[in-house]
Nanobody, 121 residues
């Protein structure tokens, strides 16, 4: 009954910025770890950024200093602010979250459907 929906993807020129959003809805008791992954054509899915308990964040080396992950607890939404975008950032970006269900008291890993980010030269 829990669902993740991403938004904010699009086409942007190198050096530009985008902000991705991931909204969680459903029978949510609490949201634990949230993160962003990406998958380029012909490549494996890779971790981009993660936000864990206590507010600790971790980033892939390729995006450090350019991307920022944050969370709005009141809206059950996680964001990925992407600045100084490069063509190498082109990929489908997926939201991932560890969530405890309010009705079943069951904790599981959930994925969004993904949003396309294309960066041109």
């Amino acid at each position: 009954q829990v669902q993740l929906v991403e938004s904010g993807g699009g086409l942007v020129q190198a050096g530009g910025s985008l902000r991705l959003s991931c909204a969680a809805s459903g029978s949510i008791l609490r949201i634990n770890v949230m993160g962003w992954y990406r998958q380029a054509p012909g490549k494996q899915r890779e971790l981009v950024a993660v936000l864990i308990s206590g507010g600790t964040t971790n980033y892939a080396d390729s995006v450090k200093g350019r991307f920022t992950i944050s969370r709005d607890n009141a809206k059950n939404t996680v964001y990925l602010q992407m600045n100084s975008l490069k063509p190498e950032d082109t990929a489908v970006y997926y939201c991932n979250a560890d969530i405890t269900d309010r009705l079943k008291y069951y904790t599981n890993d959930y994925w969004g459907q993904g949003t396309q980010v294309t960066v041109s030269s």
